[in-house]
């Protein structure tokens, strides 16, 4: 098969991959500074026989999705304190409303917002697979079986 055509359709579908994810943050209402969505970025690794495609971000994102559970250990968690009060400034929320704020979140957590990340990720893996079986075809069809492309 052909590393460059390869690469290519990998790089496009990571690149669209991206793009989804970052629609979707802000269609649902998950941007407050933009940090989160400016974290994205495709990283590619091609070599003559190993094609390496890598979408690199925040680990914020999992907990947007996915949500987060309550606090075990309150105090253990005080490093979130300065992003709860810059998420709340961008907001617009008085920081009056920080403590009863930050009590709930650890007394109940939050839930995620489902299909944020997980919905482009399996858009993507699905394209991935057509774009590759249409491109392995296309090589066959052209090389035959012998090919050492």
Do not use: C, H
């Not at 649902?28 to 690794?45: E, H, I, P, Q, Y």
């Amino acid at each position: 098969m052909d590393t460059k055509n390869t690469a290519n359709i990998l790089q496009k579908g990571l690149e669209g991959l991206l793009n989804d994810i970052t629609e979707n943050l802000y269609k649902n209402n998950r941007v407050a500074s933009g940090k989160t969505a400016k974290s994205l970025k495709v990283v590619m690794d091609v070599k003559p026989d190993v094609i390496k495609g890598q979408l690199l971000g925040s680990s914020v994102l999992e907990q947007l999705e996915y949500g987060r559970g309550k606090t075990k250990n309150a105090g253990s968690n005080a490093s979130w304190e300065s992003d709860l009060r810059n998420w709340m400034r961008i907001r617009g929320i008085d920081q009056s409303a920080f403590y009863p704020i930050w009590r709930k979140i650890n007394a109940e957590g939050y839930e995620g917002t489902k299909g944020l990340i997980s919905d482009p990720i399996t858009k993507f893996k699905n394209n991935f697979a057509k774009q590759l079986k249409t491109q392995i075809v296309k090589d066959f069809s052209k090389n035959g079986i012998n090919s050492n492309q």
